[in-house]
């Protein structure tokens, strides 16, 4: 759990355009490092991302913060990038097509590793400017409720990095897997074993033993049971046995 | 844009235990109605989730707080749900298998809509702990940095409301589409009239006209161009035909 991870994606960036508030930078940053995002970079910042409150927000992703690139215009910050994703949540007529987070992440993952791509958020309340959404090779927009569609700057940026990690899950750590699920053999021995058992004390009707059987499969057959789940059940028709031998 | 949209899972629940800050809980409260998720319940929560604070970010989301579900213990909590979630950072050795998002949405989906499902998430300090886990039929985590796998509550609740959205397209706004690509008949009318425009003014070698225009078709071929698209190039080649004839 503790070994070091290369960065998702060691030349992607993401870029605040004009944030507002320091607490947002800094609740980006831990934002950018769940997801092993290495790059911040500010444009013509409206705070202080050095502050004791983008600290406290960060988590402990001040070193994000210490190493933000700062640039006092876009295009300046901009300048060496390959691919500019520009987030909007001005879906008009002029915007299409827009792309999902998903799609700009496969949009990205695309370009190749290693090739400096950009992910950019305009002000916290408007948003990219229709001037600054220009530099954007690609749009892209969460789809949420039309009615309530103002997303918090760090949930939206945790969200693309959620998409990213997804193309390059070296970055991030791996969810244990279900076991491998037992073979026919074991699962036919388990449920003879479990015809036998319970025909034999009486729950199981031994002219149709197989109907309420017939459950059992279906359950255990829908949660897909491993070998050790198997000798679980087995065990426990083994405890009946024992208990009806004395 | 401004159409009430339906619920995303009219019985879809968030259920928080024990959230110990205010403004977490405000700050869920937005990340729900974000995506129309309609039920927000709290389990022992150690703050007042109608605090100024709570209200203050939760962005306008004050009416999903006020109809927050308030329980004193998670048995009575959960006592009508027919499918638990529950999200743990913890992905030791006996929670296998432990679900993406993506794989506990569609789990949820699977349920069938207007059957109550829960997502639970823990304290901010310490998750879910093992006896609040047993709840769970299925165990969720998001895949982050092990260096640094400490998610803020709302920005999870976020992802969690984003891949039960992408189940549930009806609530929320879609993404304006991109628009049909342009036909055959189209696109190589488009292509004979820059071979012969650009041949005409000596751009394109009349001895081989296609070596240039190869590159043209690969670079608008990868874009996929629609029909205005195709009628706009059409445009300045008309315009260079008009500046050549004067």
Redesign the interface.
């Known amino acids: 759990?503790?070994?070091?991870?290369p960065p998702v994606w060691p030349e992607l960036a993401i870029v605040l355009v004009e944030p507002k508030l320091d607490l947002n930078v800094g609740?980006v940053a831990?934002?950018l490092?769940?997801?092993?995002i290495g790059r911040l970079v500010l444009v013509a910042p409206g705070c202080d991302h050095l502050s004791d409150k983008a600290r406290a927000l960060s988590?402990?992703?001040d070193d994000l913060l210490e190493k933000a690139e700062v640039f006092a215009d876009l295009e300046s910050a901009l300048a060496g990038f390959r691919l500019v994703v520009g987030t909007t949540a001005r879906?008009?007529?002029y915007?299409?097509?827009?792309?999902?987070?998903?799609e700009s992440a496969a949009k990205i993952a695309e370009l190749g590793a290693g090739l400096p791509a950009a992910i950019m958020f305009g002000r916290e309340d408007f948003g990219l400017s229709r001037e600054q959404r220009r530099y954007s090779h690609i749009l892209s927009?969460?789809?949420?409720?039309?009615?309530?569609?103002?997303?918090?700057l760090?949930?939206s940026v945790?969200?693309y990095g959620?998409e990213m990690?997804?193309h390059f899950?070296a970055?991030?750590?791996?969810?244990?897997?279900?076991?491998a699920p037992a073979d026919q053999a074991e699962l036919q021995g388990m449920y003879s074993h479990l015809r036998q058992t319970l025909t034999r004390h009486g729950f199981l009707n031994p002219s149709n033993p197989d109907h309420l059987l017939e459950y059992l499969r279906r359950l255990f057959g829908r949660a897909g049971m491993s070998s050790r789940e198997v000798r679980i059940i087995r065990g426990i028709m083994s405890l009946i046995d024992r208990l009806g031998d004395r």
Chains 1, 2 share one sequence.
Do not use: E
């Open positions: 759990m503790s070994s070091r991870k609740a831990r934002a490092k769940n997801f092993n988590c402990g992703a879906i008009g007529k915007c299409s097509p827009v792309y999902t987070p998903a927009s969460i789809p949420v409720n039309p009615d309530f569609s103002s997303l918090n760090a949930q945790l969200l959620y990690s997804r899950p970055a991030v750590a791996s969810l244990p897997a279900a076991a």
